[in-house]
Structure formats: structure tokens, C-alpha cells
């Protein structure tokens, strides 16, 4: 068997190794199996063991140093850049050579280059551990030692008063952070003394004032919990349907370990053992130290206490308000990945007259041959000229009545005395045809459509602001969607209702919103709309969990 090893550009064995080797070949009357010789002859040939042999005898012999290993010149190039920066700015002028020369030692890059060479300069290889003291006797209680090198990261611990001893013990450790990664700190551990500092009769802000004053390594002694527990990282995400900022927050246990998020931002919860206070992540955060944030039960209870105090105050709010699933705070979410020739409906939501009519109209245009809407269903009589199956579907009131009554109508209604309505199966069956379903619907159909089966892409058209509203719709001369015959503008009541209604629309359904596009001018919010529509069909996007299991 031979091996090779590169070292100076040639291919070689080292010489006392192969010396080595020969002698072991040569040798008889070795108390040894084959096994044994043949696994010491392939260690003495292999390249990993002759690369190490290389290198050592390089640092021993310093063969070619200055091309292998530059001796400092000096140890303080940082105090010598400082005396030039001091003799620069002393100058009444400096030329343009001496401007950059000044600008060039001040970059932060440079410093940090120069602080990193005085410091392998001064052989100073920080942190430098101490000795950790002898093991307890076997009849003394036991005592851990954990020493964790502080840097700007938390510890990822934290600490409270236990109850019933008075003690001061390790409350929670936070997934991924310095405590979590030593894997020698865990909850119920009794904090007994701190970088020497006995901790009795101490509050957890003494003990934190302790650390905060504490640099290089911080030395933890601890009584073990009688019980530990290395709990799975979850693999949870959910969509946080609200806003969180932990300084706003005055029950926030520990404000320096809680992550703020945005609604809709995607969190990883990776420990859900507290009643109260999750563990998270962001989805996509490199930052392996979890957060602290409120859990679902805990933000129930506030949005409904907050809810309580506003239906005090205002006497006439809806009852619906109260409803279960308005009650928003997470929902867990899975990525749902694109199937070619399977397209997700398109549902635009919004108030009446915030125009998506029009939208959906000018996408339809846009690939008649893709984008389908369904033919609705009525009970009126059908009309001279008019083809049932196009315009609409022509029933009988009871057979419409009865259908209703069983659910197949994602929505249905009433005006002039006839019923009108859309029927889930016509829904499907431009879904199964390989066609991308357009829909307009009252805002209230959102629960018969989110379902696992449709797996509809929600996009809610928002109006403007009022001033905005009022100024693009009359420089277009919209015509109003509450006159029958559109034969006038909008009204600065209607005006004030599409407001009130899109308020009413975002506080009962903003959480099944897909994506939001403000109508200020068309043809922009038609793009964005174009842009929503590609990312359904081609991207893969957080879903419902429920949708893709």
C-alpha cells in the first residue's frame, strides 16, 4: 500500500515516518496480530498523519520562516497608528497624500486588522479559561462549575426566585443561546454564587446587576435540578397576526430575551412548555438565540380584555365581534410549493365601489383562455335573448332555496325579490379544468372559501385614504356602484360607507389576507394585482398548515 502527502509543492512521505515503517516491516518477534500491524502501517502511510508530521517539523525548525510564519515586526502598531493620526492632525496643512493616508487609518477595517496583529503579536489569545476547582467530596452536596466567555450576545438564561425556597433558580433557557449551547445549564438549577459572589438573600437584579458589571468569563456555581430536561426544538411556525414590542410590554418577564415582530411576519416557536411566554424565532433569522414572546393563550386573553374595555365605551358594537376566529393571534402555517397545471383561485375582497370589478375585468382580458370567472346561479326568469349556462344559470327558487340550506353556495343573496348566488361546485370545476378561478365576493364568503380543498389566494383591495379616494374617483369619472343604472358619480356618503366598510372588512378578516393592495390609481394597483397573481401560480408561499398535511 503507498499513500502521499503534499508538502512543498512535491509529493513525499516524511523520513522518520517511513523510516518508522520500515523498521516496524523489518522487525520479527513483535507481540502483535496481524491486525494490529496492518492498522499501524496504513496510520504511518496515510497523508492526514504525514501533512500533521510536516507541519510540526516546520514549526520546530523554522525551515523558511519568513515565508511561512512572519515574525511581528513590532507588538503596538495600533499605538503607532494612533502617534500617526496624532501627528497628521497636528499639521496646519496636509497635502492630498496625507488627507488619504488620515482617511485610510480611520477606516474601522484597518483598526480592526491592526488590533488583531498586536494581539497574535502578544501572544494574548483571549479568553483565557482559569483552572476550574477539585470535584466536591463524594459526602458534600453536589456542585456544578459553568464558566461561559461573555461577549455581546446574552447568556440566554433567566433567572427568578423560587416560591418556596426563596432561592434564586434558572427559570428558562433560551433555544440556541450561549447557557442552551454549553448544555450544562438547565431550568430548576439552583444559582448558589456567581464569579465568586455568593448569591443568598440576593434578588434576580442583584444577581443581573452582577453580571452586567462582570467582563472576560463568567463562572456559574449551581446545584443541578433533581430533574433535567433537554426538550426537541419544535418545528412549529405560525404567522403572528399582530404586532409585538417588548418594551411596550410591562409583563414581559425578561425584556433583554424577547424578540418584536411585525404582523404577518412567519416565527419558528421552538419551545411552547411556558403557559404564558413562547419561545421563537424568525423564519430565516441566522440568529440562533431564540426570543421571548407572548403565547396564544396569553394574547387571547388580552385582546379580548381590550375588546371588553372598547364594547364598554361603545354600546352599539356587533356581537360578532366577539366571534372565535376573529380573535387573531398566530396561525400555524406550512410552505405550500406550486404543482404545474393546479392554480390557486384568486379572491379579490374589498368594500362595493373600491373597484374590483374592474380589476378582476382587465385580468380576465388579459388570457381569457386562463383566468376564468364562475357563472353565477338566480331564480329570476330568464330573458329574451339570454342563454342559460352564460350569463346564468336559470333555477327554481326552491331547488336555489334548497341548495343553499345544504351549503353548496359559497355566497347567495337577494334583490327585487329573485336569489342570486355562486355555487361551489361551479368554483371547482374551474379549478379541476386547469383554470385560474377569479372571484369577487362579499367579504363574508371568506368562510365557506378558505378551506383546504380550494386553497384560495386572498388579496384585499383597500381604498385610499378619504381625500385621495374622493380626488382619483372623480378625476376618472367613476361611476357609483350603489346607483343601479351607474349613471352618476359617488356621493361623499358613499364615500364615508366604503371607508366604514373596509374598516369593518379588515377588522373581522385581515388574518386570512394574502396580500393588501391600496386602489389609489389603477393601473399601478392592476400591476400589483398582475404581480400577487404570478406569486400564487409560481411561488412557494405559507399556507395553513391544515392545507398541506
Not at 307 to 336: G, M, P, Q, S, W
Request: aromatic residues 8%.
Amino acid at each position: 500500500m503507498t499513500s502521499e502527502v503534499m508538502a512543498n509543492g512535491k509529493n513525499k512521505l516524511d523520513p522518520a515516518l517511513t523510516d518508522l515503517y520500515t523498521t516496524l516491516r523489518e522487525a520479527e518477534n513483535i507481540p502483535s496480530t496481524e491486525e494490529e500491524l496492518a492498522f499501524l502501517s496504513e496510520l504511518l502511510q496515510s497523508k492526514e498523519l504525514n501533512a500533521l508530521v510536516n507541519v510540526h517539523n516546520k514549526i520546530l525548525t523554522n525551515v523558511d520562516r519568513k515565508h511561512f510564519f512572519p515574525i511581528p515586526v513590532l507588538s503596538d502598531a495600533m499605538q503607532v497608528m494612533a502617534d500617526v493620526l496624532e501627528v497628521l492632525i497636528s499639521r496646519p496643512y496636509m497635502s492630498e497624500d496625507c488627507k488619504e493616508l488620515f482617511s485610510v487609518l480611520q477606516r474601522p477595517h484597518l483598526q480592526g486588522l491592526l488590533c488583531a496583529h498586536d494581539s497574535v503579536a502578544q501572544k494574548d489569545y483571549y479568553p483565557h479559561l482559569p483552572e476550574l476547582p477539585p470535584e466536591p467530596d463524594d459526602d458534600e452536596e453536589t456542585i456544578k462549575i459553568v464558566q461561559l466567555v461573555k461577549s455581546n450576545e446574552p447568556l440566554g438564561a433567566t433567572i427568578k426566585t423560587d416560591e418556596t425556597t426563596g432561592k434564586i433558580v434558572i427559570a428558562r433557557v433560551m433555544h440556541g443561546g450561549a447557557a442552551d449551547r454549553s448544555g450544562l445549564i438547565h431550568v430548576g438549577d439552583e444559582v448558589v454564587e456567581v464569579n465568586n459572589i455568593n448569591v443568598e438573600g440576593k434578588t434576580p437584579n442583584d444577581v443581573l446587576q452582577i453580571l452586567q458589571n462582570s467582563e472576560g468569563t463568567i463562572t456559574f456555581k449551581l446545584i443541578p435540578a433533581e430533574c433535567k430536561t433537554n426538550a426537541r426544538e419544535s418545528k412549529v411556525r405560525v404567522r403572528a397576526h399582530f404586532n409585538y414590542i417588548a418594551l411596550m410590554d410591562p409583563y414581559i418577564p425578561c425584556k433583554e430575551a424577547a424578540l418584536d415582530f411585525k404582523k404577518g411576519d412567519v416565527l419558528h416557536i421552538v419551545c411552547q412548555d411556558d403557559q404564558y411566554w413562547w419561545q421563537a424565532r424568525k423564519e430565516g433569522d441566522r440568529h440562533m438565540r431564540a426570543g421571548l414572546i407572548p403565547s396564544r393563550a396569553l394574547q387571547e386573553k388580552r385582546i379580548v380584555h381590550e375588546r371588553t374595555e372598547e364594547n364598554n365605551e361603545e354600546a352599539d358594537a356587533e356581537n360578532d365581534d366577539f366571534d372565535r376566529e376573529t380573535i387573531a393571534t398566530y396561525e400555524e402555517v406550512a410552505k405550500l410549493y406550486p404543482r404545474p397545471g393546479v392554480y390557486r383561485p384568486i379572491v379579490l375582497i374589498g368594500p362595493p365601489g373600491v373597484g374590483r370589478n374592474e380589476l378582476k375585468r382587465r385580468l380576465i382580458d388579459t388570457d381569457p383562455e386562463k383566468y376564468r370567472t364562475p357563472t353565477p346561479f338566480t331564480s329570476r326568469p330568464m330573458k329574451p335573448g339570454e342563454v342559460n349556462g352564460k350569463e346564468y344559470y336559470f333555477v327554481a327558487r326552491e331547488q336555489m332555496e334548497e341548495d343553499i340550506e345544504r351549503g353548496k353556495f359559497i355566497e347567495f343573496g337577494e334583490y327585487k325579490g329573485n336569489l342570486y348566488g355562486t355555487s361551489s361546485d361551479s368554483v371547482k370545476a374551474i379549478v379541476n379544468s386547469g383554470h385560474v378561478c377569479i372571484l369577487n365576493p362579499h367579504y363574508q364568503a371568506l368562510k365557506m372559501l378558505r378551506t383546504a380543498q380550494l386553497k384560495p389566494y386572498i388579496v384585499y383591495i383597500k381604498p385610499p385614504r378619504l381625500e385621495i379616494l374622493k380626488e382619483t374617483r372623480m378625476a376618472n369619472h367613476a361611476r357609483s356602484t350603489f346607483d343601479a343604472n351607474n349613471s352618476r358619480g359617488f356621493t361623499e356618503d358613499e364615500f364615508k360607507d366604503m371607508l366604514r366598510s373596509a374598516e369593518r372588512i379588515e377588522f373581522l378578516y385581515d388574518h386570512f389576507f394574502d396580500e393588501t393592495i391600496v386602489n389609489d390609481d389603477l393601473m399601478v394597483a392592476f400591476g400589483k394585482l398582475l404581480g400577487a397573481v404570478n406569486r400564487a401560480e409560481t411561488e412557494p408561499l405559507w399556507v395553513p398548515a391544515s392545507w398541506v398535511q
